[in-house]
């Protein structure tokens, strides 16, 4: 396996828990720090490295109404603030080959949205960057159809990729995660990020809904992931998830991190211990 460089850490095997998360929509540069903040005191208590994730614009949103981000300028002005203050890697979606450039002068990582996969000109705009790029699984894909997104990256000669496990369709609204995804991904060659937040969403219902998430499966799925081999572990995490502007129903809640990651941290690296994957 290819291990993969992120600013001061190594994600991959046989090292630390990466841990990606932080508000779903970076609605201000306030809200911004204060779930970084949070988040790095964690990661020295707990032992586990630190991506800072927040998106500066969201466009795949259920209604041209909904709240899409401070957008490109903005947002990634507040991200290199974040950046600054508390010296951690700096994540968000890019949905346009135009951005890529532009992201990469702030972003350590640019993430390849689920929907966008297989999206040739974006995958090689993005890997052209020479940034580390973490793409999503499509709801739609086998695991082992990622090998695609990983030739076009490979074509620009890059190697810095994450895959990120986010679950399969089943049937309509609903995903499910098959955890085989995770060895199978990882015999790719690259180590594999589990988002446990976007498989709790109930697609066709409003995250503003109480009834559009379930984030109290969060914690399962996570340990569920670790145990599988995952390398990272994605979630987005607010003070207060119901007022979050975007995928309020699936966010974890910020004060509630510490008993998940405290878990999440003692199984990943009990699993690598093992040497199996």
């Not at 990272?232 to 910020?254: I, R, W």
Request: charged content about 25%.
């Amino acid at each position: 396996m290819n291990n993969v460089k992120i600013k001061n850490f190594n994600v991959g095997k046989g090292e630390k828990l990466c841990v990606i998360s932080g508000p779903c929509l970076l609605e201000s540069a306030d809200l911004g720090m204060r779930v970084a903040e949070h988040m790095v005191k964690l990661s020295e208590k707990l032992g586990f490295n630190y991506v800072f994730k927040s998106s500066y614009e969201k466009d795949n949103r259920g209604a041209a109404s909904n709240h899409r981000g401070l957008g490109i300028d903005e947002g990634l002005k507040a991200h290199q603030a974040i950046g600054k203050e508390f010296n951690v890697p700096l994540l968000s979606d890019v949905h346009r080959e135009t951005d890529c450039a532009i992201a990469a002068e702030v972003l350590d990582i640019l993430q390849i949205p689920a929907y966008l996969c297989q999206q040739t000109s974006l995958l090689i705009a993005a890997g052209e960057t020479g940034k580390v790029v973490n793409v999503k699984k499509g709801q739609f894909l086998a695991p082992e159809d990622m090998s695609s997104a990983i030739d076009k990256l490979e074509s620009v000669n890059n190697k810095n990729i994450l895959l990120c496990e986010r679950g399969a369709s089943f049937g309509y609204h609903r995903l499910v995660s098959d955890m085989r995804s995770i060895p199978i991904m990882s015999d790719l060659g690259y180590p594999v990020i589990f988002d446990a937040g976007h498989l709790v969403r109930i697609y066709g219902i409003s995250s503003k809904d109480p009834r559009g998430g379930e984030p109290q499966f969060i914690p399962a799925l996570s340990r569920a992931g670790m145990a599988a081999g995952a390398h990272g572990l994605f979630v987005e995490t607010h003070p207060k998830p119901m007022e979050g502007l975007c995928d309020a129903a699936s966010m974890y809640k910020l004060d509630e991190m510490e008993g998940l990651l405290t878990k999440a941290v003692q199984i990943h690296d009990l699993v690598q211990s093992w040497d199996i994957n």
